[in-house]
């Protein structure tokens, strides 16, 4: 797929590491004023002055988190940044700075990373952040990713998973489930392709939720939302793992309970309809699909009018005391332990 046999292609091997990160990053730009140094040097240099810095790193690795066959390098740089900056967001902070490292073995050629990083370029311009370091080298088995994000934010602006207080509202940013039923999507059409590769997949039915999984957005919009009115979450995380799982991780670490109403959580039309397609349940795919970046956040009650009918907010449960347990409430009113059934990279296959 990487391949076009009519083109001569640039091996890696040319360049070398250092001509390759040069070549990579020349065109990345310095946005921030805390970047007193970046690409270029031993290490970066980089001043925050009176905040406080956020740091957040995540591997990605080609057969575990993405499969070449039908995912384009370019969208995979971007998504590859977004699933850092996120994670900043999740505590309410600014995202600034990333770094890059990579690993590809001799099958990519120097125009595959160039597509790779365009979509890095992409995601660092449009989201602001600058690119102000990272390695590359090679690998035995395909491609490896890690990036590392940085932020800032006044140290009384930080967001943990642990401040949530029995009887705050559970609130979810955007719509879920969208990720999980693309990649189903995705996989199924790669299946067809292998038994007949003349077969043209018809993906613009499904384009919301194969863009979901194949290029995420994560919200800044909804930090900078927040700010402007003037609610401060309790208590954040990002919901990269599924709904149900992040809600335990706020549950666990703020000590308490919840309630988790099935009426409310928030599914976009396209992933009712594909879920039926697949014969799946529309509930259980936003509780563990994952992969989604959107914001789960606990407030106060009394902030409640402030986000009241704004269409980026879903109000889909509450808070408890610890004894109480954590809880799905079905449409037919029935309490379901939740259970974490998220991703887990360890789990087998």
């Not at 080609?62 to 370019?74: A, C, I, M, N, Q």
């Not at 943990?160 to 609130?171: F, H, M, Q, T």
């Not at 994560?218 to 992040?246: C, F, H, N, Y």
Request: net charge negative; charged share 25%.
């Amino acid at each position: 797929m990487l391949e076009d046999k009519n083109q001569e292609k640039t091996s890696l091997e040319q360049l070398g590491e250092f001509g390759l990160i040069d070549h990579l990053t020349k065109h990345f730009k310095i946005t921030h004023k805390s970047t007193i140094k970046g690409v270029g040097d031993d290490a970066a240099v980089l001043d925050f002055q009176s905040k406080k810095t956020i740091v957040t790193t995540d591997l990605l690795i080609e057969g575990v988190h993405f499969d070449l066959s039908y995912t384009p390098l370019k969208h995979l740089g971007y998504k590859a940044v977004m699933v850092n900056l996120s994670d900043v967001y999740a505590m309410n902070a600014k995202a600034t700075h990333i770094t890059v490292s990579i690993a590809v073995s001799n099958r990519f050629p120097l125009e595959a990373m160039e597509e790779l990083y365009a979509g890095i370029a992409l995601a660092a311009d449009k989201y602001k952040v600058d690119l102000v370091g990272g390695d590359t080298t090679s690998s035995t088995k395909g491609m490896l990713i890690s990036v590392t994000a940085f932020g800032e934010a006044k140290e009384e602006e930080i967001v943990y998973r642990s401040g949530a207080k029995p009887n705050d509202l559970l609130v979810v940013s955007g719509d879920l489930g969208g990720a999980y039923m693309g990649l189903q999507v995705l996989e199924r059409e790669n299946e067809v392709f292998k038994v007949n590769p003349k077969s043209q997949p018809d993906l613009e039915p499904y384009s919301y939720i194969v863009e979901r999984q194949l290029k995420p957005e994560a919200r800044k919009d909804i930090v900078e939302l927040l700010e402007k009115l003037e609610v401060k979450p309790t208590s954040m995380i990002d919901i990269s793992d599924g709904l149900s799982s992040e809600i335990l991780h706020l549950c666990k670490n703020s000590e308490v309970g919840c309630n988790l109403y099935e009426d409310k959580i928030p599914l976009d039309p396209t992933v009712i309809s594909s879920c039926e397609e697949f014969k799946l349940d529309s509930t259980l795919v936003a509780l563990s699909g994952g992969e989604d970046y959107e914001l789960l956040f606990t407030i106060d009650q009394k902030e409640f009018p402030k986000i009241k009918g704004n269409p980026n907010f879903t109000v889909v449960g509450h808070t408890t005391e610890k004894n109480e347990g954590a809880f799905l409430i079905s449409r037919n009113n029935s309490k379901i332990p939740l259970t974490a059934q998220g991703w887990n990279s360890f789990a087998k296959a």
